[in-house]
């Protein structure tokens, strides 16, 4: 709380304002941690995965689309199944996210189309790992971050700024209902990712994606699901 008033302060008042800050003045004034937060926060790793100690600093799920496409629906439709993997990933390991980066990009080795790799990053209202609430920011970031006359190869969501989920600090707004919502959601969160364990990931979705969609991996060679998906199992005729 003391470090949100000090930035405030000094003019950093959400995400977007701290990663365009000079982090010349942020070192001489604040910590490595803040420097490197605001470093994630322009999509720049400071972090690698492997020198991590327990839970991950920073979640990202993206991957390439099976053909390129310009269209906003589709990479609406990406966006959203990277965000849902990345906050069931968030509450795997008990943990809260405070901000979430959505990148874009153009493939980089069709020197014949247009180049265009853009990314944001916004700050949730507060830390959370309910997809819907990610879901609603990695939203508005798309819709701010695409143009059109671009031929998109991948998209990606990145959670950033985490916290373990036991360290939330309430807020002095904070009422008897809202104590509620955030158990309700928390059992919410909770029931979906047990059916998911159970019966398959996947099996609940928030906003399910058309199966034809132009963003999906080609799966032509991909080995059949028997112990996931019930319209793979194999049947025997008598």
């Known amino acids: 709380r003391r470090l949100a008033e000090r930035l405030a302060l000094s003019g950093y008042k959400n995400a977007w304002e701290l990663a365009q800050a000079d982090t010349r003045r942020l070192r ?3 910590s ?15 972090i690698e995965m492997n020198d991590l100690d327990g839970a991950r600093q920073r979640i990202m799920t993206s991957r390439s689309f099976g053909k390129l496409t310009n269209s906003l629906d589709d990479i609406r439709a990406a966006v959203r199944q990277h965000g849902q993997l990345g906050a069931a990933r968030l509450r795997q ?12 990009e153009t493939h980089p080795h069709r020197t014949d189309l247009a180049q265009y790799s853009p990314r944001l990053a916004l700050e949730l209202p507060y830390p959370t790992a ?4 990610i879901l609603q920011v990695a939203g508005s970031a798309v819709q701010r971050i695409y143009r059109q006359g671009y031929q998109y190869q991948k998209a990606g969501v990145m959670l950033l700024d985490l ?17 509620r919502e955030r158990q309700r959601s928390q059992q919410l969160m909770a029931t979906i990712d047990a059916l998911n364990q159970r019966m398959g990931r996947g099996t609940i979705k928030l906003g399910t994606p058309s199966p034809g969609a132009t963003w999906q991996l080609r799966c032509a060679r991909l080995t059949q699901r028997y112990t996931t998906q019930w319209d793979e199992l194999p049947v025997a005729r008598a």
């Open 32 to 46: 490595a941690t803040l420097v490197r937060t605001a470093l994630e926060l322009r999509g720049i790793p400071c």
């Open 93 to 104: 390991q008990n943990s809260l996210a405070r901000a979430v980066l959505v990148f874009l």
């Open 163 to 179: 916290i373990a989920a036991q360290q939330q600090q309430l807020s002095l707004l904070d009422t008897p209902q809202s104590e």
């Open 130 to 133: 309910d997809s819907r609430q």
């Open 28 to 30: 001489r004034h604040y």
